[in-house]
């Protein structure tokens, strides 16, 4: 029963990115000054890529868990950017800076003890994924599995577990107050 776990982790993990760049999509004009919030060393070009670029990436990103494509590197690059704000926000945590993350665009989350737990979690479930499937960038391979995949999410007691899991997730981040924005720009 491995395999669906491994979909309820990827469609969770599919889920926090796409939502986590939608956000960072519609809170754009503001992006490059919430990035500037966490103090890192960059200079302002760097800041600059990084706005226009964060977005796509995690939207890329949570787009190819849900298709199964080249998964380990997947989850590896995904574990690399979850390090970088998890390290971001521990240091300003660490610092005693107290603002709102981000995390999801313009959100009114403030960062904390919290936040990095939520990470953590993420970072575990991303190296989970990491741990558990191969290294195939064959886009023959990719969508032999897809297909696989697809026939085993048909089976209800598959599906159940898995839209479960998506709505407890999104849940979770909706009462922490993480998504709020989000839906509040949708319906302007």
């Given at each position: 029963m491995v395999i669906a776990?491994?979909?309820?982790?990827?469609f969770i993990i599919g889920c926090?990115?796409?939502?986590s760049g939608l956000g960072k999509l519609f809170s754009f004009p503001s992006l490059k000054d919430e990035i500037l919030d966490y103090g890192?060393?960059?200079?302002d070009g760097q800041v600059q890529t990084v706005a226009y670029s964060l977005p796509f990436v995690e939207l890329i990103l949570g787009v190819l868990n849900f298709v199964g494509f080249s998964l380990r590197?997947?989850?590896?690059?995904?574990?690399?950017?979850?390090?970088?704000?998890?390290c971001a926000i521990a240091i300003n945590v660490r610092r005693g800076r107290r603002f709102s993350c981000h995390c999801f665009g313009s959100s009114s989350a403030v960062i904390g003890p919290m936040t990095i737990l939520r990470n953590g979690l993420l970072l575990a479930l991303a190296f989970w994924i990491f741990l558990s499937t191969s290294l195939t960038v064959?886009?023959?391979?990719s969508v032999i599995l897809w297909h696989s995949e697809m026939q085993l999410v048909t089976h209800i007691d598959i599906l159940i577990p898995i839209i479960g899991s998506?709505?407890?997730?999104?849940?979770?981040?909706?009462?922490?107050?993480?998504?709020?924005?989000?839906?509040?720009?949708?319906?302007?």
């Open positions: 776990e491994l979909l309820i982790a990827r926090v990115f796409i939502v890192l060393p960059l200079s590197i997947i989850s590896l690059l995904e574990i690399f950017l979850l390090l970088i704000f998890t064959s886009l023959v391979s998506i709505f407890l997730s999104l849940g979770i981040l909706f009462i922490l107050g993480e998504m709020n924005p989000i839906f509040i720009k949708i319906d302007t």
